[in-house]
């Protein structure tokens, strides 16, 4: 029985001087697939980000860029009878000031998309100039019907 005991103490001190090639390779296989998941995470943050950039530059692309320039002009209703009021909306891009022309009851200044209300007794037609900090101008006309 002593044989016999050593011979089974010796395959179980076999097994054990073995065994930690075992739990190497479990280690490194652990190891290997939290680096994947870390590594897929970090994929799918970096084309999130790209994503939001490129969306950002198309928001500011939208309104304008670094473009000196009226964005729109009009006026809702594009009609109306005397008496009444119409809005008068407007927005620029990139602009240092803005007039309106005849004046509105209410003031304007550069903005994206801005509104004054307006109630002129006969058609008329306005003119919205805009200039920037360089003092180039652009101008837009619209005319508003009363009825």
Same mark, same amino acid.
């Given at each position: 029985?002593? !044989? $016999?005991? +050593? ?9 054990? #001087?073995?065994?930690? &090639?075992?739990?190497? &390779?479990? @280690?490194? &296989?652990v ?5 994947? +998941?870390?590594?897929? !995470? +970090?994929?799918i943050?970096? #084309?999130?980000? @790209?994503? #939001? +950039?490129? %969306?950002?530059q198309?928001?500011? $692309?939208?309104?304008? =860029? !670094?473009?000196?320039? &009226? ?7 594009? @009609?109306?009878?005397? =008496? ?7 927005g620029?891009? !990139? @602009? %240092? ?8 009851? $209410? ?17 008329t ?9 360089a =003092? ?12």
């Open positions: 029985m002593d !044989n $016999e005991s +050593r011979e089974s103490k010796s395959g179980l001190s076999t097994i054990f #001087k073995f065994s930690w &090639i075992f739990v190497v &390779i479990a @280690a490194l &296989i190891a290997g697939i939290f680096y994947s +998941r870390w590594q897929e !995470n +970090r994929d943050e970096e #084309k999130a980000a @790209a994503a #939001k +950039r490129a %969306k950002a198309q928001l500011v $692309e939208d309104f304008g =860029g !670094n473009d000196f320039k &009226i964005l729109n002009f009009y006026a809702a209703p594009g @009609a109306i009878r005397r =008496g009444d009021e119409a809005a008068l909306c407007y620029v891009s !990139n @602009a %240092k000031s803005v007039s309106l022309e005849p004046k509105a009851a $209410e003031g304007v200044w550069p903005s994206l998309n801005r509104c004054v209300e307006v109630s002129p007794k006969k058609t037609t306005f003119t919205l100039t805009a200039a920037d900090a =003092g180039h101008k652009k101008t837009a006309t619209l005319t508003l019907t009363v009825q």
